[in-house]
């Protein structure tokens, strides 16, 4: 039974350019939550996915947006990067909206520069 | 919004216990988790406390006071794999976001 995954794993862009993250969420999970961490700091909460629409949604402009697809995969984008924009993004699925436990992908490295 | 506190680091010796408390305000309270991560991981999910009291799993018990706004992570029986930081992360009652301290990184020495 394959976990939560990402990708890519690494991905280094400079500023102004786009980036696309991907996440398929843990076999049976239709939620899918987006996390940024910064060095040192615990996971901050993006947004949330649940029938292909976006639920709850953190502090973050709306240059970070995102999609579900039917198949309860998951795209993170991020537009007009910014140097503090570089961060590990985690994205976490759940069985539910109100499920207690979200489990967590390995996350993507993004640097820009 | 969530304000939770935790200390950012602790060290210990392997063999040994260590108790990280963690402090939490939030305009509404569905539920307490603990989380552990290691360098260049993703966080993998420990306990889950949405009643008072204590909550054992193996090594580690993880305690709750609603009345408090107090957790702890208890850790037993200490091993070098146990060196990571710890995260607490609170849920709102209105939502279902989840908001994390800063975490606790632990250093276990032999």
Redesign the interface.
């Known amino acids: 039974d394959a976990g939560v995954t990402q990708s890519p794993t690494h991905l280094i862009k400079t500023r102004g350019q786009q980036v696309t993250l991907r996440c398929s969420p843990k076999s049976g999970h239709d939620t899918v939550s987006w996390y940024q961490q910064a060095l040192g700091q615990g996971p901050q909460f993006i947004f949330q996915y649940y029938e292909e629409e976006e639920r709850q949604r953190g502090n973050f402009p709306d240059r970070f947006s995102g999609h579900q697809f039917p198949n309860y995969s998951s795209e993170l984008n991020v537009n007009a990067l910014l140097l503090g924009d570089s961060a590990l993004y985690l994205c976490a699925s759940s069985p539910g909206l109100a499920e207690e436990t979200q489990y967590f992908g390995p996350g993507t490295r993004l640097l820009v520069l | 919004g969530q304000n ?1 506190d935790q200390p950012t680091e602790m060290t210990a010796t392997e063999g040994a216990i260590v108790q990280i408390n963690c402090t939490y305000q939030t305009s509404g309270f569905n ?1 307490l ?1 603990w ?1 552990q991560q290691h360098a260049g ?5 420990l306990s ?1 406390n ?1 009643l008072d009291g204590l909550e054992e799993k193996g090594r580690f018990s993880s305690f709750l006071s609603r009345s408090k706004g107090y957790s702890y992570l208890l850790l037993k029986e200490l091993q070098m794999k146990d060196s990571a930081s710890y ?1 607490c ?1 609170v ?1 709102a009652s209105s ?9 606790t990184t632990v250093t276990v020495r032999a």
Do not use: C, M, N, Q
């Not at chain 2, 991981?41 to 999910?45: D, H, I, R, W």
């Open positions: 939770i539920g988790f989380y991981e993703a966080p993998t999910f889950y949405v995260l992360a849920r939502d279902y976001k989840l908001s994390f301290g800063a975490g």
